[in-house]
């Protein structure tokens, strides 16, 4: 079993999604993190220095907002999904709406398709105001252990 | 102008200049005309599973991003303001634990609005690819373009 799902049954018990991202090195150093205050599963980019793409504006480098719409997408299946293995990504279209300004992120997702194997994940990330979104994706995950599919994120 | 000052110039515009980007560590290691190419070394703290080592998506998309707009810059006449409209990024196998990871990006059309742009990323053999990346640039966006022109840079070089 791998860490983070050993960490996911834990949190499972205590409550403290938080704790998901402490397993993933990226999640920490990009400071993103689910959370669950409101009953819904959604993930939260703190804003820091690093985020910046275009300092004129300022705003949030777009690869980023694609990176944190993908790990939302990935603790939505982990939470909210009965899965026994990592979702491993094939691939994420990702629309840029609105430029980012430098303030918090937060995104929520939703599984549009789950089949047997692979499933089709909806994300949508804000900033302040939950109906102007500034980035969508949708991305597909292999959700099934598969001895050829190396273990990834 | 030779290749290493125009590098260095890319390096300063497209690395330096971009906070995120000089947090990654993105190594510019080629510019033409339509065509950038980045480097990233592997470490720790870009790692998706600790037990494999195997970086995330995130740090591969930002570098795509990033290389994708820099093939851009390269095709425009004038040093315009530009954003990423979509971007898509097909990860077609994992990225092998501990090696650098290259990036070269084509931007193939250019129209009064929009860029269109393609990509790949391996790990020094570009017939084996770690992920495909497909991205348009919406042209002409608000603010004011943080870099001096690019084009003339590699025209000038194109001559010689």
Known sequence: MSALLQRLAEVRKSGDVGKLAEAIPYARWMRIAPENGTGELLTRMRFHDQLIGNTFLPAIHGGTLGAMLEMAAIFHLLWETETETVPKIVNITVDYLRSARPVDVIAAAKVTKQGRRMVNVFAEAWQDDRSKPVATANAHFLIKSDADAPPSL | ?160
């Open chain 2, 1 to 160: 102008m030779d290749k290493a000052e125009r590098i260095a110039l890319f390096q300063k515009w497209f690395s330096d200049a971009i906070p995120h980007n000089k947090a990654l560590g993105l190594r510019v290691i080629g510019a033409g005309k339509g065509f950038a190419s980045m480097q990233l070394e592997w470490r720790e703290e870009l790692v998706g599973n600790p037990e494999t080592g195997v970086l995330a998506g995130g740090p591969l998309t930002a570098m795509l991003d990033g290389c994708c707009g820099m093939s851009v810059a390269t095709m425009l006449k004038s040093p315009e303001p530009f954003a990423t409209l979509d971007l898509r990024i097909d990860y077609v196998r994992p990225a092998e634990p501990g090696k650098a990871v290259i990036a070269e990006a084509e931007c193939y059309h250019v129209t009064r609005s929009v860029a269109f742009t393609r990509a790949f990323a391996h790990h020094g053999d570009p017939k084996n690819p770690i992920a495909a990346a497909a991205g348009t640039f919406m042209l002409g966006t608000k603010g004011k373009a943080t870099r001096p022109s690019v084009s003339a840079q590699v025209r000038t070089e194109e001559k010689k």
